[in-house]
Structure formats: C-alpha cells, structure tokens
C-alpha cells in the first residue's frame, strides 16, 4: 500500500511515533541515570584526547593567526610555497606556549603551592589571635552576656568551618597535582591533535563546509555557517580578549600589591586573575575570599586590599577591558547574571566561563527569529518602541 506522506493523519501518525519513541527513551534514561551517567563518563574518557586538543588548538589558534599575520606577513614568507609560513608560525605558537607554561611552573606554582601550604598552617594561629582578640574585647568593654555568648556562639560555627577549609586545602592541592599527572597521557595526545589541527585548519573547515553542503540545503546550509561563525565571532573574541585581560590585571595586582608588601601576594594576584575571566561579576568573586585570606593576617591591609581592587577595577572596566573586548557582550547586566547563574548551576566553574558567551549566542538567534517575525507582520523590530 502506497504511504500518502502530505497526508494530515500520516503527519500526525509521524508525530505521535516520534513523542512516543522519545519518551520511552527518557524513561529508560531516568530509570538507569547511573548506568547512563558511567557511559557518558567512559565515552568522554576516550574522546579527551581529541576534547583537549580541540580546545588546544581552539585557544592556541589566535596565538598562531597573530603570528601569520603580523610577524610572519611578510613578501618573502608569502611567496613561499607550501606550508613553511604554517610551520614557522606552529614553532612560534607552541614555542610562546612552552615559555609561559615553564615561567608559570619555575616561578609562579612553586609560590603558590608555599603560600596555600603556608595558609593552611597559620590558620590555626591566625584563629587563635582572633579569639583572644575578642576576650581581650569583652574584658575590656564588658560587653552583656547574651550579646557576647551570641557572639561567640558565631564565632565557633565561622571557626570550625575555617578549620575544615584549612584542612582540606593540602589535601585538595594534592589531589588536584595528582588528577594532572594521571592526565599526562591524555594532555600529551591533546598536544599531538591540537598540531594536526592547526596544520590542516583550512582543510578541515573546508571538509566540514563540504559536508554541510552535502547534507543540508543550499538556503538551511548557509544559515547553519552563518551561526557557525557567528559563534566562533562570540567565543573566540571574549574568550580570548578575556584571557589577555585576565593576565594583565593578575600582573598589575601583583606588582601593586608587592609596592604595599601585601601578604600572600602571589597566591591573591593568582586569584583576581582567574576570576577575572568570568565577566561582570568575576573581580568581586575572587575579592572577597582574597580580602578573607589577607584579614586573618591585617585588618588594615584586608582594607586596603580592597580599596586598591577597586581601582584597578575601575582601571581594567574603563581603560583595558574597553581596549582588548570592546563590546563583545551587548546585554544588559541582568543578563549577565542571569547567565552566570545558569552556567554555573549547569556546568560549574567551567559554566561561570562560557555560559555568558554562549547565552549571547542564544540571546541573538531569539532576538533574529523575533525581529523577522516582526518584520513578517509589519512592526516595528526596534526594543524602544515597545517601551511607553
């Protein structure tokens, strides 16, 4: 019997098959979510090689396309046939790569790891301080009882849970030191993929767009490349103009506060840094547990700590966030949020990092759909008309 497919209970019957099938497989994914999840987790385990060299050579791209395009365009490399300005330009990137790792390594994490394990020792003394700070208090401005017992009551919770956090902090580091050694094998795979991938780069999007061709329509193709490089626009300039500024604010924090002989310099400057990648939000982030870390040391300096993070702030949000990123985000504040919130609910940190850039991206596939919508019926497409 001959299928009539334009027919209206044909379509229906499709749907309905469709809902039904995906259902069960919901169910069948609920009702096993462990067995699931330990699938998911043994695909990915072998996929990460190939996940961290993309990444690799995702971040490692704007390095190498920096150097082909400015230090390496020149008329004697460009008349140059086959790969040889790829090969000198592959030799700059992973070169500047193998410097910063090795600075970072030689100098940095050795300081890092001294100033963790040094917190974690002088916790208990910095506790101790405090609390004699506070009978010292009490003894000489007899404080009511009921007011002083609450006070302490707090104190202890804050404490125990101080005591806990400086506990575990060598552990976590070890276990942090020991999950990269076991990963070793994977990040060296990952260097060999990311190389792979920068030598034929054009080759593989070409391959990719060919593909698209294939598969789709010409009108459903174009659009899907137009997303394609309307994502990588998004991503790859936040991502990367939000590195550059990261490191040169964790630079300038380093070198103000080692002017003011601020403790735990390198371990502070280390983290503005990273949270500094986060967008908005991110400075006041790593702020608040750094002026923590310095209080149990100086109140005052806890004090002026913050006061000079909100300078260099105000520098990095006026002066070279505006010069490096521009206006790479284009949504409100509340958005931000919003965003930051979701992704790091989601995804974790690694959310808190990409989950601003990839609502953007969605933020602007609704905003096309409604303006053509609008546009369809005739409305005005512009947000200030709406507002009375």
Do not use: C
């Not at 590195?243 to 002017?259: E, G, H, K, M, Q």
């Not at 400057?269 to 149990?296: D, E, L, M, Q, Y």
């Not at 596939?365 to 053509?372: N, Y």
């Amino acid at each position: 019997m001959k299928i009539k497919w334009d027919s209206k209970y044909t379509t229906i019957s499709i749907y309905a098959f469709i809902v039904i099938a995906f259902s069960i497989v919901f169910y069948l994914l609920a009702s096993e979510i462990d067995a699931f999840r330990l699938k998911i987790n043994d695909t990915l385990s072998t996929f990460m090689p190939f996940i961290i060299g993309f990444v690799m050579a995702y971040l490692f791209n704007f390095i190498l396309k920096f150097y082909e395009n400015s230090i390496l365009n020149i008329p004697v490399l460009n008349k140059k046939k086959g790969k040889f300005k790829r090969i000198a330009g592959l030799l700059l990137t992973y070169g500047t790569v193998s410097i910063i790792f090795y600075l970072f390594f030689n100098f940095i994490f050795p300081q890092l790891v001294s100033s963790i394990v040094g917190l974690a020792n002088d916790i208990p003394i910095y506790i101790s301080n405090i609390t004699k700070l506070v009978n010292d208090f009490n003894s000489k401005y007899e404080i009511q009882e009921e007011y002083y017992n609450l006070v302490i009551e707090q104190w202890n919770k804050y404490k125990d849970s101080i005591i806990r956090f400086a506990t575990n902090l060598i552990p976590i580091l070890g276990n942090t030191v020991k999950v990269i050694i076991a990963s070793i094998w994977n990040i060296v795979l990952g260097i060999i993929v990311s190389i792979y991938l920068l030598v034929d780069k054009e080759r593989f999007l070409g391959l990719s767009r060919k593909m698209t061709r294939a598969i789709f329509s010409e009108k459903r193709a174009d659009r899907i490349m137009q997303l394609t490089h309307r994502s990588n626009n998004i991503f790859g300039k936040f991502l990367s103009g939000k590195i550059l500024d990261s490191l040169i604010i964790s630079a300038l924090t380093f070198v103000v506060l080692t002017i003011v002989n601020m403790p735990y310099t390198v371990l502070v400057s280390f983290i503005v840094g990273i949270t500094n990648i986060i967008p908005f939000f991110g400075p006041f982030i790593g702020a608040i547990p750094s002026a923590f870390i310095i209080v149990f040391v100086s109140p005052i300096k806890a004090l002026w700590f913050i006061i000079i993070i909100l300078i260099i702030q105000q520098i990095d949000g006026n002066i070279i966030g505006p010069k490096i990123l521009g206006d790479s985000l284009g949504i409100a504040p509340f958005w931000i949020l919003f965003a930051l919130l979701v992704g790091g609910k989601i995804f974790g940190f690694i959310g808190l990092i990409i989950g601003v850039p990839l609502f953007v991206f969605v933020y602007s596939l609704i905003k096309d759909i409604t303006e053509e919508e609008l546009k369809r019926k005739g409305l005005p497409y512009e947000t200030d008309e709406y507002i009375k």
